[in-house]
């Protein structure tokens, strides 16, 4: 279980933020967390699904499947683990969009079911606006205006946060997202899944100009990513080699050379965006946000700006029920409920959070 600090982590929420049960099952993570007030973190438990390593990327139909099985257990258990019961609890908040729909239909029906069974207010919550403030319940309200970049296996975006429901979209990838170009390069390297982790580890012991990667869109105006040329070109630089295992010297040089250009491009990316917003804080969120070169970079780049770094622990960097939990409380608490027409959407597009 992981608390926060009550001092640090804004005001307190009450009325039917009070104490909220919230639930995350976008992708292959079942999540399920109890908030009180919207500051401390009474339980917070994930299940990871590592079946998917056997198949080198997530599966949709056992990672449906693992949800249903694993979220009657979980929510138990967290009931336990907060010592609460059901009749203490104020609200219920689900994420609804965006993800893998079937993970989704299973986690939006559970909560469903459970605020109609209880008698209790339900919200939807779009898992890409909670990664947007996930640092908030262990680092406090940031200060506004503030940029906020999400980068995960599905997801890189650059956003512009001036609260909560305040944003304006800077900039998104184009193509692959930055987590799932990692994927690919470990993939292609006969690495496991996920890549991110492998190849941030491997990076650490070789050479980043080993290799001359491109940084796709770095000359061009404006705050849009691309990856997709980056994977091809490490694909191109390994063909003349033949299929893996190769030498582990040649691994650990593509890992640091492909990673550099990957941090390399989100870092100067950032800095067009606080260069454009004069945000005072840069958010991160996402899985790829635990990687240590990106955290790095950002903090040497924010130091001299005078611009907060708000990194999440690595626990809630990853997508999780917690982060669910603080948005849900501050939507509950201004009134907001979702109807019995709450529905699971599979794209950020159709997800009805504004992205202009």
Partial sequence: M???????????VGGAGALVLAIETSCDDTSVAVLEHGTRLRSHLIAAQDVHRLYGGVVPELASRAHLELLPALVERALVEAEVTTGELTGLAVTHAPGLVGSLVVGVAFAKAWAMALELPLVGVNHIEAHLHSSSLEHGD????????????GHTELVEVRGLGEYRWLGATLDDAAGEAYDKVAKRLGLGFPGGPILDRLAAQGRADAFDLPRPMLDRPGLDFSFSGLKTAVGNLLRPRGEPPYPDALVRDVAASFQAAVVGSLVAKCARALDQTGARALSLGGGVACNRQLRNDLEALCGPRGVALRVPSPRLCAD????????GARRLERGERA??????????????LPIG
Avoid at 4 to 10: H, I, K, L, Q
């Fill in 142 to 153: 940031s200060p506004w205006p503030a940029v906020a970049l999400v980068v995960s296996g």
């Fill in 339 to 352: 109807g019995a027409d709450l529905d699971a959407a599979a794209s950020l597009e159709d997800s009805g």
């Fill in 2 to 12: 992981t608390s926060a600090d009550p001092e640090r982590a804004g005001a307190e």
């Fill in 320 to 327: 999780n029920a917690a982060m669910i939990a603080w948005v």
